[in-house]
């Protein structure tokens, strides 16, 4: 998706319809700023936002996401173009936030065994090194409810039984036993557990 073309189309919608960015931006529940970035093509419309942003440009997600009116020849052929490029769109956005959650721990299990290791082996009096202790298991503690929610939200866990692939409820994956992002789940079709791996896509 050319994101600066979809810009290009929102800003002459808009102003087709006789609205300003303020304007558009009320009847969404957001700020002018983001539409800016929208019509400027730095960003892109959230999901949530799109059927209301059609109802009033009066166009079709289809023709917000080829950033033109689209005829009805073209309308079967762009449609699946436009819905493989959101299924890349969040892989990559699912790769990124692995990525951050691998990052994280990293970070936080470094800082806690670096203030472990001096409070075990500098002289220090017992209540310095108990705070010291605790500063370092801190950021796990605050970092470990977000590691869990990416874990939870991106990509999907396939059933080692049935194969089936889907997104867990976060309590679930919570209290589940794990093995990196291997996770003893219960599958939500066949409704055994086995130890199911994290997977990128809803389908190979």
């Known amino acids: 998706m050319d994101q600066i073309k979809i810009g290009t189309f929102i800003a002459?919608?808009?102003?087709?319809?006789?609205?300003?960015?303020?304007?558009?931006?009320?009847?969404?529940?957001?700020?002018d700023r983001a539409v800016s970035k929208w019509e400027t093509g730095r960003a892109m419309p959230d999901a949530s936002l799109m059927l209301d942003l059609c109802q009033i440009?009066?166009?079709?997600?289809?023709?917000?996401?080829c950033g033109?009116?689209?005829?009805?020849?073209?309308?079967?052929?762009?449609?699946?173009?436009?819905?493989?490029?959101?299924?890349?769109?969040?892989?990559?956005?699912?790769?990124?936030?692995?990525?951050?959650e691998t990052v994280m721990s990293f970070v936080c299990i470094g800082v806690l065994l670096a203030l472990a290791a001096i409070a075990a082996y500098v002289p220090m009096q017992e209540w310095l090194r108990l705070t010291l202790v605790g500063i370092g298991v801190a950021p796990l503690v605050v970092a470990v409810p977000f590691m869990?929610?990416?874990?939870?939200?991106?990509?999907?866990?396939?059933?080692?039984?049935?194969h089936h692939r889907?997104?867990?409820q976060y309590k679930n994956v919570f209290?589940?036993?794990?093995?990196?992002?291997?996770?003893?789940?219960?599958?939500p079709v066949c409704k055994k557990r086995s130890?199911?791996?994290?997977?990128l896509s809803k389908d190979e």
């Open 57 to 65: 440009l009066e166009i079709t997600v289809n023709d917000l996401l």
């Open 148 to 162: 869990i929610k990416i874990e939870q939200s991106a990509g999907y866990y396939e059933c080692a039984r049935c």
């Open 12 to 31: 002459a919608r808009r102003k087709a319809a006789g609205l300003t960015q303020l304007q558009l931006a009320e009847r969404l529940g957001i700020t």
């Open 68 to 100: 033109e009116v689209v005829t009805v020849e073209r309308y079967d052929r762009e449609m699946e173009q436009n819905l493989l490029g959101l299924v890349e769109q969040k892989q990559e956005a699912d790769r990124r936030l692995l990525r951050l």
């Open 166 to 168: 889907y997104v867990p």
């Open 195 to 199: 130890w199911q791996k994290k997977k």
């Open 175 to 187: 209290i589940s036993a794990h093995l990196g992002r291997t996770r003893y789940l219960r599958c």
